[in-house]
RNA sequence: GGUGCUGUAGUUAAGUUGGUUAUAACGCCGGCCUGUCACGCCGGAGGCCGCGGGUUCGAGUCCCGUCAGCACCG
């Protein structure tokens, strides 16, 4: 029996609602995983995660690796008992690091050598390394090793790229033990060209994976072509397994590949955003380090029922930025979490309510897409 | 009362033997962030160089006076 255990409710188009069964639990998806790359979800308790609605959270076997090692985690019970988090864990391989950290990476067939920015050691990520970093972790869901390529790219980069992607799929296939608990997700590559997406996400389609991503997107490219490029790629995917937008994104970048048949995201954008000062909310962007909220007593969105915004004003969240105090960025990231959370919450009822309801979240997902005024 | 030191952006400071548009940090104002090297990054505004004279082609810089703060001596 498969790590990961979908049953789908409802469709509406391409978009489904359903749940997923992981060992650590139960998922609902539409699913927005927060991210916590090196065993948190920056600025937030796992009570608190649990408290805004995810379930599922992910992690970095490369970063965790770096430090503190994954032996030294697998002696500490594992990732879950390690970080005091009893939900599901998904964590990435390594591959993105591939390309942000590019200018401290070697390639070669064999995997990536890493000169890594924290000690400056060198140390060789291959698909079997990575395998047994995140079955050591003990994590629900491993994503295979893959290379994250920039954009733009020409043909021939992007076909070398792709083609070895594949080839250590299938490494990451035959390195793995722990295939009852720990599940392996595939990843498409392909670049922006329509052809290349296809065939790979025919291609490995084809290894019976517990799931599958779409990778190598939002790295730089327009909204237009990532949404473009999710399109080719879900329906050459196979309809019983789960499909993963990596790395996206704006809340209405999400509701679009919901559209296109994406059941999973992550993002850094609602965490990370927060610690920088810029909120989410039902009347627009807010960018809390502004003056004009200096005085503002009201909450951060009328319409939000978080904790932040049941107890805190704009004026405090302000003071709180400016004087670089530590809650500021709790507030903040549980704000954008919680709104993250409920965005999905939507989508899924939206789904089972048919291709009208989900239209009507569509166009005011959209509208939130602006700097709020007043 | 005397001597010395210090007065440069909101703040703390740099500023060569006098030489283009006086520099930085912090603060202030604004922008950016998509599988987190990220409580980060980028940009902008802001100066009668205490005040008044003088020397000089040219003074934040040298000279005189004056005011303020600090230290020490009476």
């Not at 609605?53 to 992910?58: F, H, K, N, T, V």
Request: glycine share 8%; with cysteine; aromatic share 8%.
């Amino acid at each position: 029996m498969s790590p990961v255990d979908l049953t789908i409710h409802a469709q509406s188009g391409a978009a489904r609602t359903g749940v997923m069964k992981l060992t650590h639990g139960s998922v609902p998806f539409p699913a927005f995983m927060p991210v916590g790359t090196y065993g948190t979800v920056k600025a937030m308790l796992p009570r608190d995660i649990k408290e805004i609605g995810a379930e599922l959270i992910l992690s970095n076997a490369y970063h965790l690796w770096v430090r503190p090692g994954h032996k030294l985690i697998e002696r500490m019970g594992g990732l879950h008992s390690f970080m005091g988090w009893d939900g599901a864990i998904l964590t990435d391989s390594g591959g993105y690091q591939v390309f942000s950290l590019n200018q401290f990476t070697q390639i070669s067939e064999e995997g990536v050598r890493f000169r890594a920015p924290l000690d400056g050691q060198y140390r060789t990520m291959t698909p079997e390394v990575c395998v047994e970093i995140q079955e050591s972790l003990g994590v629900d869901i491993a994503m295979a090793f893959d290379e994250c390529i920039e954009w733009p790219a020409t043909r021939d980069r992007v076909a070398q790229s792709t083609a070895r992607t594949t080839r250590w799929l299938k490494r990451c296939q035959a390195a793995r033990t722990k295939m009852e608990t720990t599940g392996l997700f595939g990843i498409v590559q392909g670049g922006m060209y329509q052809d290349f997406r296809v065939e790979h996400a025919q291609e490995i389609s084809e290894l019976d994976l517990d799931g599958y991503a779409v990778g190598g997107l939002s790295v730089g490219e327009p909204t237009e072509k990532l949404l473009e490029t999710v399109a080719w790629t879900t329906p050459h995917l196979p309809a019983d397994k789960i499909c993963y937008l990596m790395g996206v994104g704006y809340p209405w970048d999400i509701v679009e590949a919901v559209i296109r048949g994406i059941d999973i995201f992550d993002c850094v954008i609602p965490t990370r955003n927060a610690r920088n000062g810029k909120v989410f909310t039902s009347v627009g962007i807010i960018n809390i380090k502004n003056a004009r909220y200096a005085e503002d007593e009201s909450g951060l969105d009328p319409n939000c029922s978080c904790l932040t915004c049941q107890n805190h004003s704009r004026a405090y969240l302000r003071h709180l930025f400016v004087s670089q105090e530590i809650l500021g960025a709790h507030l903040l990231t549980r704000h954008n979490l919680h709104f993250y959370q409920q965005l999905m919450s939507k989508i899924r009822v939206a789904i089972s309510e048919g291709s009208e309801s989900l239209e009507k979240l569509r166009t005011e997902v959209n509208s939130w897409n602006r700097p709020y005024t007043t």
